[in-house]
């Protein structure tokens, strides 16, 4: 089993520890469960686009299939950089039809009508919920402070859980598993979501 982590700092207060790891796994049982906390009362986010420049520069994630904000250009308060474009006046937006509601929204608003654009929050990240003591994962320096960030150098922001867990167990091995440090703001709500999930649902853990 190789390993590799990069000594980037995370903060000042915690220079030794990695902000990044790239665990390379060969397929064996390593005992990682990883799981991404979920709330059911999260609603989609309106933005009623009226005039101007829409200012809003979207991308296709090509693996989750999913349209998302790669970035605001203007002055959109309720609008965040990775949020994901849900409907447009109604219709659901995917990567297949994401060309054709382009078309739509531009049509619509160049003859005068306000386009309305529901977004929904950027997924919580992919939280390693429990590795072995003194296992290879906690060798490298993983811990549960970690999120999974990439598979293979594939982002998994907008991969479901059944996503990650069949590309983690159909990839080509060895497979590179990246694990990034969350940011400080995002870390405390993390994990009061965690506490209120049930973790013993299996639907809600990958395990490999």
């Known amino acids: ?33 990883l799981v ?4 059911s009362d999260a609603k989609p986010i309106s933005h009623v686009w009226k005039e101007g420049e829409l200012g809003i520069i979207f991308a296709i994630d090509f693996f ?10 203007k002055q959109i308060d309720s609008i965040k950089t990775k949020y994901l474009l849900h409907t447009v006046n109604s219709i659901p937006v995917t990567a297949e039809n994401y060309q054709e509601m382009m078309v739509v929204l531009k049509s619509g608003r160049d003859a005068g009508q306000p386009q309305t654009l529901e977004f ?17 994962l906690e060798k490298a320096g993983v811990t549960t402070d970690y999120e999974l960030a990439m598979i ?6 907008n991969l479901s859980m ?28 993390i994990e009061a979501m965690l506490a209120r999930l049930d973790l013993n649902n299996s639907s809600d853990i990958v395990r490999v």
């Not at 982590?5 to 005992?31: F, H, K, L, M, Q």
């Not at 991404?36 to 709330?39: H, I």
């Open 162 to 189: 059944d996503q990650i867990g069949r590309m983690l167990q159909d990839s080509n091995k060895p497979c590179h598993m990246t694990f990034g440090l969350p940011v400080h703001a995002e870390k405390d709500a």
């Open 152 to 157: 293979n150098n594939i982002n998994v922001d």
């Open 1 to 33: 089993m190789s390993t590799t982590a990069s000594r980037v700092s995370y903060n000042s207060e915690i220079d030794d520890t990695p902000a990044i790891i790239e665990y390379i796994w060969c397929g064996e049982n390593v005992g990682l469960e």
């Open 64 to 73: 989750a299939k999913k349209v998302y904000v790669r970035r605001v250009t």
């Open 120 to 136: 929904l929050p950027r997924p919580q990240p992919v939280m390693v919920k429990s590795i072995p003591p003194a296992g290879e």
């Open 36 to 39: 991404r906390p979920v709330l």
